[in-house]
């Protein structure tokens, strides 16, 4: 059986999400029991298709037939939820097939989370969906639900909402049931409508990327939430955040597993095949999913995407009724990588003859409690803050008491309809005010918090997607290669087996074949070749020995730089030579690398690693101490475009180094976003390249050059 | 009149908290104007004392006589609430005094807050105060309350509230009327009691530090919190948190200003002197004052210190009833500091013979939605992991709606306080029941919070406080100068003018006499001279120019390094001493220094600062790249301890250079430490040393020397 496309699955999808009929294999009459639970909520909350419970036990439950067996059932079976033990899951599974049914949610546990035995059961089930073509959520799951079919497939949520102040809003999958069931709760408590709700288990077949994708193509949804721990396959990961992306459908993640503590429990958890936490970051970074860090925060973003708009720039106002409250989230505005900037004198002038005296125009501005008798203070304000072109966003910060009567609400409700900018209500006050002016904003779409941090992380993260959306349509554009490149590489690789390591000459060659600027340098057999290649490359030169059997060629005495006679050269020929075969005594010693001397540069690092999910990744940083102390590396997933270099550049604590401290002028940084192209193009082209190393890489205000370079091929 | 200690304060500050009798000076008949408030809420609160309303234009308010004129009151007045306008106010206060008034709260606006006129109006108040022995707090303040007494002296707060879940528990100390106002509304709703309330406004008198350290001496108070802008004078703040720590009564400040636009607003704000926030930065990790970023992490701070206990350590044990809670909990717990650590086998065999199959008993434990169905499984566990002595907080996480019956909590309770270990209740589930277990745990003092990052963040706030308690009670141990440095270095700097700036040689004389290593050097004024000196030092060699008017040596060609011969010793003299006069045609030159080659080692900085406010300041960090690119510097101020030292080593980013990188051995801490030590003397000792650098200082495994160093004194 070969692979389908993502755009196939979703397709078979459908006769998951939309079954014309379901039958519970298992059922039973406690409802809170997951063999009780989806027959109850799908007759409550008015299941439009055919169900059919199936327990030998009984005749009939909730006064509908129970067939003994789903060979009895006496229609199509669209959906089939089981509920029986894993001994007998597999056979029921085959039963299903054999009945034509075209897919199944699996609640059962017992398979790959039990290790063992449970594993060879679970990959049973793996092949019996990919040869009939079903598509099976689970095993180990708590089910799914999709609210226009009112399809409650599942035991954690077993009532749709009775109102809701935007419907089928929000898409979520969890890749942890009962996690994700406290998230549905926390999130449709505000209001806030899904479309569906996915608990993914141990993912036998159907996977998160895959839900994902699904929920991308459903026009009901607006954006996709989830509770993500790894995938298995992080090609199908970054296709489906294309997807999103594309689509214009934000996609908020919470991913655990910064940590090792975390990761592992994570995997425990779940059985999951969990990548390097560093490359999903860089994932997320590079296709614009917002990584949120809890519910809470997930909750903030989801109260600003409801309003349908997102914060156009970084530019924030703060207008607080007291000063110290304005002072506080002004530095928490910067802090969170938002702009507070000066307001223009026109609006200050403006500002200054609506305010008292004690109050202050300056960004953040205090109208002071002057707002509690003069409650149109507030209106006036932010009317003439939202004129300014220099603000984005407008964070509006009072007292829920201040604004006790409902005209009040109704006039930020206008200024807040009136213009795209956002403006992002901070309600403090007594509990029992602030939580009904929150109610009353809410029913109304408008963005409003309780917690100044939350909400200006929120604002954060969504300038961030915005930017990265209005920078993502650009297409990717390849640089060229020099003629015949590919080919040339693919001959040369060919030569070296499995694991092999290729050293600093072999390596510069597939470098330069792919147009990364290297020294200039000369392979010399012998004393006298050494001399004549120095002749060739003008001295002073570096001289290092060539061998496949030293990759530590400093620990090896194989290293002198800055050689400046033919004598000394002459001389350090036989000292390398020597100290090498002293070094290791059976080394295979190819000769000298005679090298041009670089003037010194900016010394950054370059390269390609590999990640067990999502294959190769290309590797940016600072060299010497600040990746070894730091680890202050950048990191991206081929194919990379241009801005994901620049961004790579951006990412790294020790920027500034790029744009040139001590004197220095800034680097290239269009040679150097060649130079990670190139290498994406290679990590591309050549899957067998494990390991690439440039380091050091040369920085230069016109050019960079590669200095020494290894590979090591996948074993 | 000379300055008071701050112990002489405290006592006069009780003439402001618990005084006898009130005046109010214009007191009002409306009680939702400044005027008006403190008489209402006085007498609604129950204040026991005299109330003297004082205001011609009434005879008599809320049924008590109103008096013409402070004159005609019939009795003493302790404290005088001053709400008249600001023209008027000084001679209000003058009247106060000269009727024996012991103190005053002055609300009225327009003094230094509007600049220009208002500044000498409060200069004559400060005068006034300082003459008179009147304390004065304000202007431009909401005013005080303190609830023992019922003394109700401000327009924020106007009632006590009807029930506390810990009476007198928290004083609150202000630089934002409004904004204090909001925190006392936020902090008193969850029940915490507070002791006093104080909007300190301009600070004309009373300051900050002297309202911290009147509630540290008050012994009903346990816990300050407060919001602090800034303070005029660093040394008193420093004193006052001395005396916190050693009192071990927690303080915790919000303090804005970590960036530059709310530096700026702030010092708008309220006109307060404001130095660096990195010097106050290191002053609270120096002292333990506890920095909270929001109101909302000081309520979390809080929920916690009202159980009395604080936690012991830094090993967290989560039990949670979800996977997904338990690993995001995880990871949330080592970000913030915190260690999650595996739980010993004897706990894991106790824990999985309780838990189902599908369960975890590693940490993160997940004991499943099991508990629905078997609530007792919560305490079970929870004895368990308490019982073991790796284990020093216990994080329960689960749904509200788990507990519905009272008597789990009850079980919670009694878990809670049969152990000294953190016991901390994170409550999912929706919002009314989460709420409803929230207030019957807070009832019983038990932590509980419904937000984990919060909850973890003041966790981690808590045992950095308590290792620095601990930590704190050792004494200062300073080290042993020379005999006779104090007065050898004091005559050395008296031959200087003010803002004079020493050489290398001048200033290594200074760090000699301290007992400071530096590397032996010897002032030649010749060539011959020269030569003799590298005789002596032996060869190779360090040359640099010895001029006052060059201080960056090296771009005046005034360096040059590694000089191994006699000839090129004389060379370099010609050489040296021609570049400085052709750099600077009249630059006075001293000669050359000539100067032992140190090896290589790693290059560190150390030296002294002034900042505005706490005067001298100690700083430490790598040298290089480090400190250019990522500001990667330590500070505090003197008297700095051995832990100080320590802490400062442990601070920096780069710390791990210390330890050794690319094969070298670490650093000797010891001698780092004594050199920081010295510093800190050398400060406290000569005040007039406004800057002082040494760069680099090198350190090995087996001592350090400063390389290079100047000093700058005070203009």
């Given amino acids: 059986m070969h692979k389908l496309s993502l755009e196939q699955r979703i397709t078979s999808m459908q006769t998951l999400f939309i079954p014309e009929s379901i039958a519970i294999i298992g059922a039973s009459a406690d409802p809170s029991k997951p063999s009780g639970q989806p027959l109850e909520s799908l007759l409550a909350n008015g299941y439009k298709g055919k169900v059919y419970p199936v327990n030998p036990k009984y005749n009939e439950l909730y006064n509908i037939p129970c067939y003994p067996s789903i060979f009895n059932v006496p229609g199509d079976i669209g959906l089939a939820i089981i509920a029986v033990p894993a001994a007998i899951t597999i056979s029921a599974l085959k039963d299903c097939v054999s009945m034509g049914v075209k897919s199944a949610?699996?609640?059962?546990?017992?398979?790959?989370?039990?290790?063992?035995?449970?594993?060879?059961?679970?990959?049973?089930?793996?092949?019996?969906?990919?040869?009939?073509?079903?598509?099976?959520?689970?095993p180990n799951c708590m089910g799914i639900f999709s609210a226009h079919n009112a399809l409650m497939a599942n035991f954690a949520v077993t009532r749709l909402p009775e109102r809701t102040i935007t419907d089928s809003f929000l898409g979520f999958i969890s890749q942890s049931g009962g996690f994700g069931a406290a998230c549905y709760s926390s999130i449709s408590e505000r209001g806030i409508g899904f479309s569906?709700?996915?608990?993914?288990?141990?993912?036998?077949?159907?996977?998160?990327?895959?839900?994902?994708?699904?929920?991308?193509?459903?026009?009901?949804?607006?954006?996709?939430?989830?509770?993500?721990?790894?995938?298995?396959?992080?090609?199908?990961?970054?296709?489906?955040?294309?997807?999103?992306?594309?689509?214009?459908?934000?996609?908020?993640?919470?991913?655990?597993?910064?940590?090792e503590v975390a990761a592992r429990a994570a995997a425990s958890h779940t059985g999951a095949m969990v990548g390097s936490d560093r490359v999903y970051?860089?994932?997320?970074?590079?296709?614009?999913?917002?990584?949120?860090?809890?519910?809470?925060?997930?909750?903030?973003?989801?109260?600003?995407?409801?309003s349908g708009k997102i914060p156009q720039g970084r530019k924030v106002c703060i207008l607080a009724t007291s000063g110290g409250s304005g002072v506080m989230l002004a530095d928490k505005c910067v802090e969170f990588g938002l702009e507070v900037p000066e307001l223009s004198a026109d609006t200050r002038n403006k500002l200054d003859k609506l305010l008292p005296d004690f109050a202050s125009s300056i960004n953040p501005v205090d109208i002071t409690s002057q707002v509690m008798t003069q409650p149109a203070l507030l209106r006036q304000c932010a009317e003439i803050i939202l004129a300014d072109p220099g603000i984005d966003i407008l964070m509006l910060c009072y007292w829920a008491e201040t604004l006790g009567e409902v005209e009040i609400i109704e006039q930020i409700a206008e200024i807040s309809g009136s213009t795209d900018k956002m403006v992002l209500n901070l309600v403090n006050g007594q509990e029992e005010a602030a939580r009904d002016t929150l109610e009353k904003l809410h029913d109304k779409l408008i963005p409003a918090s309780r917690d100044g941090e939350y909400?200006?992380?929120?604002?954060?993260?969504?300038?961030?997607?915005?930017?990265?959306?209005?920078?993502?349509?650009?297409?990717?554009?390849?640089?060229?290669?020099?003629?015949?490149?590919?080919?040339?590489?693919?001959?040369?690789?060919?030569?070296?087996?499995?694991?092999?390591?290729?050293?600093?000459?072999?390596?510069?060659?597939?470098?330069?074949?792919?147009?990364?600027?290297?020294?200039?340098?000369?392979?010399?057999?012998?004393?006298?070749?050494?001399?004549?290649?120095?002749?060739?490359?003008?001295?002073?030169?570096?001289?290092?020995?060539?061998?496949?059997?030293?990759?530590?060629?400093?620990?090896?005495?194989?290293?002198?730089?800055?050689?400046?006679?033919?004598?000394?050269?002459?001389?350090?020929?036989?000292?390398?030579?020597?100290?090498?075969?002293?070094?290791?005594?059976?080394?295979?010693?190819?000769?000298?690398?005679?090298?041009?001397?670089?003037p010194p540069g900016t010394e950054l690092i370059a390269g390609i690693s590999r990640d067990s999910v999502f294959g190769s990744v290309v590797l940016f940083g600072l060299g010497g101490i600040f990746v070894e102390?730091?680890?202050?590396?950048?990191?991206?997933?081929?194919?990379?475009?241009?801005?994901?270099?620049?961004?790579?550049?951006?990412?790294?604590?020790?920027?500034?180094v790029l744009e040139g401290v001590r004197g220095r002028l800034p680097v290239d940084k269009k040679a150097l976003s060649q130079v990670l192209l190139r290498l994406s193009m290679l990590a591309s082209d050549f899957p067998q390249i494990a390991e690439m190393d440039i380091n050091p890489l040369l920085a230069y205000p016109d050019g960079v050059a590669a200095a020494d370079a290894v590979i090591v091929l996948k074993a």
Same sequence: chains 1, 2.
């Fill in 105 to 138: 949610v699996v609640f059962t546990s017992g398979f790959a989370e039990m290790g063992g035995k449970g594993k060879v059961l679970q990959q049973e089930m793996t092949i019996l969906a990919r040869e009939s073509g079903m598509v099976i959520c689970g």
């Fill in 281 to 306: 970051d860089a994932l997320f970074k590079q296709k614009g999913i917002i990584r949120v860090e809890s519910v809470e925060e997930l909750n903030e973003v989801l109260n600003i995407l409801v």
């Fill in 455 to 598: 909400a200006i992380r929120a604002l954060k993260l969504l300038t961030w997607y915005n930017e990265k959306k209005i920078g993502y349509g650009s297409e990717l554009s390849f640089p060229e290669l020099p003629a015949g490149a590919r080919e040339e590489v693919a001959a040369y690789l060919d030569d070296f087996a499995p694991g092999a390591k290729l050293t600093e000459f072999q390596a510069k060659k597939i470098l330069r074949a792919y147009g990364i600027p290297c020294t200039k340098e000369i392979l010399a057999v012998g004393p006298e070749e050494a001399v004549e290649a120095s002749a060739i490359l003008g001295c002073p030169v570096a001289m290092k020995i060539e061998s496949p059997d030293i990759l530590h060629k400093t620990d090896a005495g194989g290293v002198m730089l800055n050689i400046d006679s033919p004598e000394k050269v002459r001389e350090a020929f036989t000292r390398i030579t020597a100290a090498a075969g002293e070094y290791k005594r059976d080394a295979d010693i190819r000769g000298v690398l005679v090298q041009e001397m670089l």
């Fill in 196 to 259: 569906h709700f996915v608990s993914t288990g141990n993912e036998a077949d159907l996977e998160f990327s895959e839900y994902l994708a699904y929920m991308i193509a459903d026009t009901n949804t607006k954006v996709i939430g989830g509770y993500l721990e790894g995938v298995k396959d992080g090609v199908k990961l970054a296709r489906a955040a294309e997807m999103a992306i594309e689509a214009g459908k934000p996609v908020l993640l919470m991913k655990p597993g910064r940590h």
């Fill in 629 to 656: 102390v730091l680890k202050d590396v950048a990191m991206r997933i081929p194919p990379l475009s241009e801005i994901d270099t620049m961004e790579m550049m951006d990412e790294i604590k020790g920027k500034k």
